[in-house]
């Protein structure tokens, strides 16, 4: 029997996999955890695991970049219509998407997975480009979980650092960022339906719940962010180990007792909303569930530079013995 390291950000829906409930044929899984901040950050530094956990962007920069990884068809994150929470300054003239274009928006750091979602809603729906907007990120350098891979964004797209010490809440309150999308919550800040309720600050959205739900339907799927890697050499090295994976969360997820499909960022979706919108037999295991939604990641990725040696093919992504998944 084979040792096999699986390291995530959270069990979350995979539980089972952690509580030994489930087990993988052939395999000694020894299971950890390590918060996102450091995990995603950590996986591309040292590359010291068998199976983690890792953003879509930062897996398709690294085959990209002849890393030794190849994706399992396990989505462990997905958003819901992430850009309907963009949250905006009263003063700053924007009361449509469109009218973003020229602003400062502020973002916890331009590469993450969930603002490649954001970007696409906001040009295919409203003809805002991402070199029309003034970025500005939180994440200093060093906390960045792409620029110590070699990740810069495409040219002509203005993105800034905020000054040392400030945080896109305070700055977007006093008036100093025109817009927010994608507001990650910390320690000791408020939350994004607190920043939502300051005199200074309103929703882009005014039924952001509505533009949720529409936008999802429309679209066929939700957005991933997060999913399963492991070593394409170990994987090629044992025949039949991804696909074993992959059945083990499929069942892991079968075993979980967490009623959401989706949890949107600042508002929340009934039981019945959620299967409405997932549709009847939503599962975040297998590609041929994924494959609407990582098609038109591979070319989002490709277009906003994360795999600038060309567009890569699903084929190239997932292991071969799961394509059929």
Same mark, same amino acid.
């Given at each position: 029997?084979?040792?096999? =390291?699986?390291?995530?950000?959270?069990?979350?829906? +995979?539980?089972? %996999?952690?509580?030994?409930?489930?087990?993988?044929?052939?395999?000694?899984?020894?299971?950890?955890?390590?918060?996102?901040?450091?995990? +995603?950050?950590?996986?591309?530094?040292?590359?010291?695991?068998?199976?983690?956990?890792?953003?879509?962007? *930062?897996?398709?920069?690294?085959?990209?970049?002849?890393?030794?990884?190849?994706?399992?068809?396990?989505?462990?994150?997905?958003?819901?219509?992430? /850009?309907?929470?963009?949250?905006?300054?009263?003063?700053?003239?924007?009361?449509?998407?469109?009218?973003?274009?020229?602003?400062?928006?502020?973002?916890?750091?331009?590469?993450?997975?969930?603002?490649?979602?954001?970007?696409?809603? %906001? &040009?295919?729906?409203?003809?805002?480009?991402?070199?029309?907007? =003034?970025?500005?990120?939180?994440?200093?350098?060093? !906390?960045?979980?792409?620029?110590?891979?070699?990740?810069?964004?495409? *040219?002509?797209?203005?993105?800034?650092?905020?000054?040392?010490?400030?945080?896109?809440?305070?700055?977007?309150?006093?008036?100093?960022?025109?817009?927010?999308?994608?507001?990650? &919550?910390?320690?000791?800040?408020?939350?994004?339906?607190?920043?939502?309720?300051?005199?200074?600050?309103?929703?882009? #959205?005014?039924?952001?719940?509505?533009? $949720?739900?529409? /936008?999802?339907?429309?679209?066929?799927? +939700?957005?991933?962010?997060? %999913?399963?890697?492991?070593?394409?050499?170990?994987?090629?090295?044992?025949?039949?180990?991804?696909?074993?994976?992959? =059945?083990? +969360?499929?069942?892991? #997820?079968?075993?979980?007792?967490?009623?959401?499909?989706?949890?949107?960022?600042?508002?929340?979706?009934?039981?019945?909303? !959620?299967?409405?919108?997932?549709?009847?037999?939503?599962?975040?295991? $297998?590609?041929?569930? !994924?494959?609407?939604?990582? &098609?038109?990641?591979?070319?989002? *990725? /490709?277009?906003?530079? #994360?795999?600038?040696?060309?567009?890569?093919? %699903?084929?190239?992504?997932? /292991?071969?013995?799961?394509?059929?998944?």
């Amino acid at each position: 029997m084979r040792d096999v =390291r699986l390291v995530m950000g959270h069990p979350g829906r +995979f539980k089972a %996999l952690f509580d030994g409930r489930v087990a993988v044929d052939g395999v000694n899984l020894k299971t950890s955890t390590l918060p996102f901040n450091d995990l +995603f950050r950590v996986i591309p530094e040292n590359d010291d695991f068998d199976v983690a956990e890792l953003s879509t962007t *930062a897996l398709l920069w690294g085959i990209d970049h002849g890393r030794d990884w190849i994706a399992l068809p396990i989505i462990t994150g997905w958003a819901f219509a992430s /850009h309907a929470d963009t949250v905006c300054h009263v003063n700053a003239g924007i009361a449509k998407p469109q009218e973003l274009k020229g602003k400062k928006v502020g973002v916890p750091e331009y590469p993450v997975a969930a603002i490649v979602w954001i970007r696409d809603a %906001l &040009e295919s729906k409203y003809g805002v480009r991402p070199q029309d907007i =003034r970025w500005v990120e939180e994440r200093t350098p060093k !906390q960045s979980h792409y620029r110590g891979a070699g990740y810069a964004p495409p *040219a002509g797209v203005p993105v800034e650092p905020i000054p040392a010490g400030r945080n896109l809440a305070e700055m977007l309150i006093a008036g100093e960022l025109d817009a927010v999308i994608r507001y990650l &919550e910390k320690p000791k800040q408020m939350s994004l339906a607190e920043l939502g309720a300051q005199p200074s600050v309103k929703w882009l #959205y005014p039924d952001r719940k509505a533009e $949720g739900i529409a /936008h999802c339907k429309a679209q066929g799927y +939700f957005d991933p962010i997060h %999913l399963m890697i492991m070593k394409k050499s170990l994987a090629d090295a044992n025949p039949g180990l991804a696909m074993a994976l992959v =059945r083990a +969360f499929s069942k892991a #997820y079968a075993l979980s007792e967490d009623p959401n499909v989706v949890v949107p960022a600042s508002y929340a979706l009934s039981s019945d909303e !959620q299967r409405d919108v997932a549709g009847a037999g939503f599962s975040p295991v $297998g590609v041929n569930a !994924q494959r609407k939604a990582m &098609e038109r990641l591979l070319v989002l *990725a /490709h277009r906003e530079g #994360y795999t600038p040696g060309g567009q890569l093919a %699903l084929e190239r992504v997932f /292991h071969e013995s799961t394509l059929q998944s």
